[in-house]
């Protein structure tokens, strides 16, 4: 499974365009694709402090950003482009019209990432998945 991400970067790519373009979209584009209204945001699950969708769609592009890019030294790198691209696309809505910046929204983009984080090094450390 590392092999194909990491030989297929354009899949993680591919992810980050289509997040940046629903992230930036004035309005919920996925409503309108569902609900044929884009003021309509599809919920996966309840919103418990955090916002659900927002911590799924980071916990996924994580996951991918780690399997695309499995070298220890890209680790850092692609660490602070998904904590700075969580918080840069949350405070975009401040001025993107029909969107608005909450911090649930916020806190769940960094804490996906940061989930993902303690789970890739608890796995690390302690020897999972290993052949």
């Known amino acids: 499974m590392k092999k194909f991400f990491s030989n297929n970067k354009i899949v993680f790519y591919i992810f980050n365009f289509f997040l940046i373009l629903l992230y930036l979209y004035p ?3 996925l409503g309108l ?14 919103d418990f402090l955090i916002s ?3 911590f799924y769609v980071f916990v996924i592009l994580t996951i991918l950003g780690f399997l695309t890019f499995p070298k ?16 840069i696309l949350e405070i975009f809505h ?9 911090w ?6 960094v ?5 993902v984080i303690f789970i890739q090094k608890f796995i ?7 052949k």
Do not use: M
Request: charged share 15%.
């Open 27 to 29: 309005g919920s584009l």
């Open 33 to 46: 694709l569902i609900y044929s209204n884009e003021k309509i945001q599809p919920q996966i699950t309840a």
């Open 52 to 54: 659900s969708n927002h």
């Open 72 to 87: 220890f030294n890209q680790f850092k790198s692609l660490i602070i482009y998904l904590v700075s691209l969580s918080i």
């Open 94 to 102: 401040l001025v993107i019209p029909e969107r608005s910046f909450q």
């Open 104 to 109: 649930s929204d916020l806190f769940g983009n």
């Open 111 to 115: 804490i996906g990432v940061i989930v």
């Open 124 to 130: 690390n450390e302690y020897g999972f998945f290993k």
